[in-house]
């Protein structure tokens, strides 16, 4: 069905396009199958804009994307904060953002590659670390404002690569090599229980 014609926003509501620019380039990568389908005049025609429009509040498509990507990272943060009140339990909240995440990449494929693909980590990445961070320190005890260590970031830092494994495996039904036994949850049981596991050892040492 044809994107139906979009007013005009009023003046000095640019930021209003812009946004609508970005929830179109949203809605244009998730219903792509690859990257290759994703092009400034298709995000434009949905966003019911012309193409040149586009230009306005974005250099090129890659700037476009990069702002999807960390959009993105705001949400999945977003989405983790949301379902871990559903738990008390430090080691359970943790479980649950790891799910979250992992969920996350399984949904939204295509976005989720663009989010990992680049060379550094843009902040609302790193925010999202901090999380699963904090997360870690919530296990061993410590208030979620604690301070952290290079021991916890380091460990923090290794189960978040774990996930990316695990989601990037299991993003789609194709089986795999090493997982087609086991369950995601599974194996996110064993990530989060070998990082808390690792952390306890810290303390000790």
């Known amino acids: 069905m044809p994107t139906p014609p979009r007013r005009r926003n009023l003046r000095g509501h640019g930021a209003l396009l812009r946004d609508e620019i970005l929830n179109a380039a949203v809605r244009v ?9 994703v092009s400034l005049r298709a995000i434009a025609r949905e966003a019911g804009i012309a193409a040149p ?18 959009s993105s990272w705001v ?8 379902h871990v009140q559903q738990a008390t339990d430090p ?18 494929p295509l976005r989720y ?21 904090r997360g870690l320190l919530a296990c061993r005890g410590e208030t979620p404002d604690s301070v952290s260590d290079p ?41 989060v229980d070998g990082a808390t596991l690792q952390l306890a050892e810290a303390e000790r040492v």
């Not at 460990?155 to 086991?182: E, K, Q, Y």
């Open 29 to 37: 990568i998730d219903g792509a199958d690859s990257e290759a389908e």
């Open 53 to 70: 429009s586009v230009y306005a509040h974005f250099a090129d498509l890659e700037r476009v994307l990069e702002s999807v990507a960390e």
């Open 75 to 82: 949400q999945v943060s977003d989405e983790i904060a949301e």
């Open 91 to 108: 080691r359970e909240r943790l479980l649950i953002g790891c799910r979250v995440y992992v969920s996350f990449a399984q949904r939204h």
């Open 113 to 133: 590659a663009l989010m990992t693909q680049d060379g550094h980590a843009p902040p609302a990445a790193r925010l999202a670390l901090a999380v699963v961070t």
């Open 151 to 191: 021991v916890s970031d380091r460990i923090a830092a290794a189960l978040s690569v774990a996930l990316h494994g695990v989601a990037m495996l299991h993003r789609t039904d194709a089986p795999n090599l090493w997982l087609s036994d086991f369950s995601t949850d599974e194996v996110i049981r064993t990530l």
